[in-house]
């Protein structure tokens, strides 16, 4: 059982948005920024969005974040057959002083 | 350009140990926090430890909590993880990464647990 909950799966067609929630609790998400993460099968997690918000270098303007109270949302916009893969939150958690991440979304483009 | 290379994965018993190497490359390795990461066959990732710029504070998750330790050579701008007592549940693909929250990662290497 992950600390930070995700949906196990999302799915859209090709060009459509998708949404990926993160849930978390105060001492995670509620007082530390979120990162996503997208694991393209058979490789190493790369980093999407830092900080809530911001765009890690070389990242497609069609990846957003944002975070609400204990709450986070990754936005994929004109999602393409490439997007597939797996998409992971993490944050800080300040009372088991350790990195958390969510259980992993494997988004399919149908 | 940043670059991690793990290295020192393989077949191990349980019970054994195992010793994990991370060269860094590309960046001021001393100016970052240092991580390992984990991800079990076809399970999600698991964050082990990390380790501060000169070694003086470092976190670990509660499962390898005195059975790993994380340390650096800021001499070799390497991070390594030893491993002891080694459990079949500690099969998995290890992943160094830069920063707490890793914004740029290795390509990992798998440690096999198993007799």
């Known amino acids: 059982q992950s600390v930070l909950t995700q949906p196990p799966s999302v799915s859209a067609a090709p060009g459509q948005k998708v949404t990926i929630s993160c849930s978390g609790r105060?001492?995670?998400?509620?007082?530390?920024?979120v990162s996503w993460y997208q694991q393209l099968p058979g490789t190493a997690p790369k980093l999407l969005i830092f900080?809530?918000?911001k765009r890690h270098s070389g990242i497609s303007d069609r990846f957003s974040g944002s975070k609400s109270g204990t709450s986070a949302t990754l936005d994929i916009t004109g999602l393409q057959t490439g997007d597939e893969a797996d998409y992971y939150c993490?944050?800080?958690?300040?009372?088991?002083?350790?990195?958390?991440f969510g259980g992993g979304t494997k988004l399919t483009v149908l | 350009e940043v670059q991690l290379v793990e290295s020192g994965g393989g077949l191990v018993q349980p019970g054994g140990s195992l010793t994990l190497s991370c060269a860094a490359s590309?960046?001021?390795?001393?100016?970052?926090?240092m991580s390992w990461v984990r991800q079990a066959p076809g399970k999600g990732l698991e964050w082990l430890a990390n380790?501060?710029?000169?070694?003086?504070?470092?976190y670990y998750v509660d499962s390898v909590k005195g059975r790993f330790t994380i340390f650096r050579d800021n001499t070799k701008n390497s991070v390594s993880l030893q491993m002891n007592t080694l459990r079949p549940d500690d099969t998995a693909v290890y992943f160094c990464?830069?920063?707490?929250?890793?914004?740029?990662w290795g390509q990992g290497t798998l440690v096999t647990v198993s007799s």
């Open positions: 990464a830069r920063k707490g929250l890793g914004d740029f």
């Open positions: 105060t001492s995670n998400i509620g007082y530390n920024p």
């Open positions: 993490g944050s800080w958690d300040n009372g088991l002083s350790v990195v958390v």
């Open positions: 590309g960046f001021t390795f001393t100016e970052f926090w």
């Open positions: 380790i501060n710029q000169d070694g003086t504070t470092i």
């Open positions: 900080d809530n918000n």
